[in-house]
Every structure is written in C-alpha cells, then in structure tokens.
C-alpha cells in the first residue's frame, strides 16, 4: 500500500476531492462506473455505491492513504460527496435519504485474522474473514429521538456515533422548566440494526485452540444480508464499547470489549461483490408465487 504525506484538508476540500474521484474515473471499458452507479440509486432504491479499494491505489493515493489513517474522515467525504452528485441529478430522492447516503468498500487490503484484532487498532479500518455463528433479530436503531414536554415543546436528540443516547432530563426550551418529557416515535427516525458474531474459519484454528471471535454491529442494507453458516469477509472500523464490571458503575468501568463496525460484506468463494441474502429470499419468493 503506498505511503504519502498526508496534507490538512476541509471537510468541503477532502468532499470536492472525492467528488473529483467519483465523476471522473473510469473504469477498463472507459465507462464512468460510480457515476453510473449513482444514476441507478432512484431506480434500485438504493443508499449506497460500492467503492473498488483498487480503483484509488490506481487514481488516488491520496484518498487510499486516508482509510489507513483517518476512516470516519474519508467515508463522511464520500457521503457529502454522492450526496452533491445525486442531488445535480435527483434532487428530491437525494433529499429524501440525505442522512443515509454512505460508501461501502470492496477489495479492501488490509487484511487480518480474528486474533489479530486488538487494541493497537482501534478506530482503524480492517478486513477480517470467518464464519458466521449467530445473528440477533432485527432491531430499530435511533438516529434522532424527538421528545415533547406537556407544553408541546420539542426536544431532539442525535445520535452521533456508537449506541449510547443521552436521554434529555429536561426541556430544551429556555423559557420551560417540565422534565415530563415523552419520547414520539412516530416522529423520530431509525435505521434498522442488527449483530453478528463472527467465528475463526475451521481452517485457520491453531491446533489444540478454541476459535476466537468478534461481534459485528451492522446497519441498513447489510441487516440480514447473511446468515449463520456463511463463510464472509467482512470490512469495517474497529471500535470499542464499556463494559461493566461487578461493583462498579457501566459509566465508570474502564473495562472495554473491541467490536468491528461493519461497512461491506463480501461471500468467501471470490471477491466480488455477492448480492444480498435478503434479494436472493425475495427472488426466491417471487419465482415459488409465479
């Protein structure tokens, strides 16, 4: 992977950057694949576009330094960046998923063995591959919470990053002392969420060991994308979360458990990008119907 000085950017400056990227590369055919693919977000209903990590070795190293060094950073600039592209082409349906629109990353080289996720990466992107052994229901995870005190003031909350909420004790009007506030759902948004737990491959035990595994948090499209049983690789952000330890407070515990924050999920048996566990039920559905 190459190396190169890193240089200070704006959010704008490293977003115009991306854009850059996005409307002017092509791919072997000469066709201008992300730009297609942003077209065919209204049609497919979709929120995303998948970023082949070669693709920026080749054209940009500066953007593919970044993922190294800064994740969050770079895939924020890429979802301001799809965001401008899709509004200059479908501006009602890129104001209806504004707050949805993300890159998921393919290819990505960084590979690592379940064992090697540790605390020496931390906030870091990775790729790790195993098999999955558990998958936990469906669940609606809050990105604004909206709530209203008795004197119909509203108080909304964002969820910023990670899954903690700070629940407001009291209104945010100035001028109102209620602390009576209920929470509408019918007025706040989610996005559905789900865990995964991912299990050292057969393959790749150490003789004698128990295989070791990770949790993986997963969101919109990637919610039951698969199964247990499936044999993935999985890229995603190494993030942390407290524990609690007996005797002491979960806010004060200083005891942390590593989990991956998903973004991509390919299928063992090549590369390439799988479409959807969820796709496949519903063609499978549609051809039993027919």
């Not at 000085?5 to 992300?34: H, I, P, R, W």
């Not at 995964?196 to 070791?212: A, F, T, W």
């Not at 499209?221 to 007996?246: A, H, Y």
Request: charged share 30%.
């Amino acid at each position: 992977m190459s190396r190169v000085e890193t240089k200070q950017y704006t959010e704008s400056a490293l977003a115009d950057m991306v854009k850059n990227f996005l409307v002017q590369f092509k791919d072997k055919s000469g066709a201008f694949s992300y730009v297609e693919q942003i077209d065919q977000m209204m049609p497919k209903n979709s929120k995303f576009i998948i970023i082949d990590y070669n693709d920026l070795v080749l054209s940009y190293s500066e953007i593919e330094s970044r993922f190294n060094e800064n994740p969050d950073e770079i895939l924020n600039a890429f979802s301001r960046a799809i965001k401008e592209i899709l509004q200059e082409r479908f501006p009602k349906y890129a104001e209806k998923i504004k707050d949805e629109i993300r890159a998921r990353v393919g290819n990505y080289p960084v590979q690592r063995s379940l064992r090697q996720i540790n605390a020496e990466i931390i906030g870091k992107m990775t790729c790790v591959s195993g098999m999955v052994v558990r998958a936990s229901e469906v669940k609606p995870l809050a990105k604004e919470l909206t709530y209203v005190c008795p004197d119909h003031h509203v108080t909304q909350i964002f969820l910023l990053k990670g899954m903690s909420v700070n629940v407001p004790v009291k209104c945010s009007n100035p001028k109102c002392a209620h602390r009576d506030l209920e929470m509408k759902p019918e007025t706040s948004k989610f996005i559905d969420f789900q865990i995964l737990r991912l299990q050292e491959l057969p393959e790749e035990l150490p003789p004698g060991q128990l295989p070791h595994y990770v949790d993986i948090t997963i969101k919109q499209d990637l919610v039951d994308n698969s199964r247990p049983g499936d044999r993935i690789i999985l890229t995603g952000i190494v993030r942390i979360e407290q524990e609690s330890i007996v005797g002491v407070s979960r806010q004060s515990s200083g005891l942390y458990r590593l989990r991956i924050d998903g973004n991509n999920i390919e299928f063992l048996g090549g590369r390439g990008i799988k479409s959807s566990r969820r796709t496949e039920r519903e063609e499978e559905t549609a051809l039993m119907s027919s």
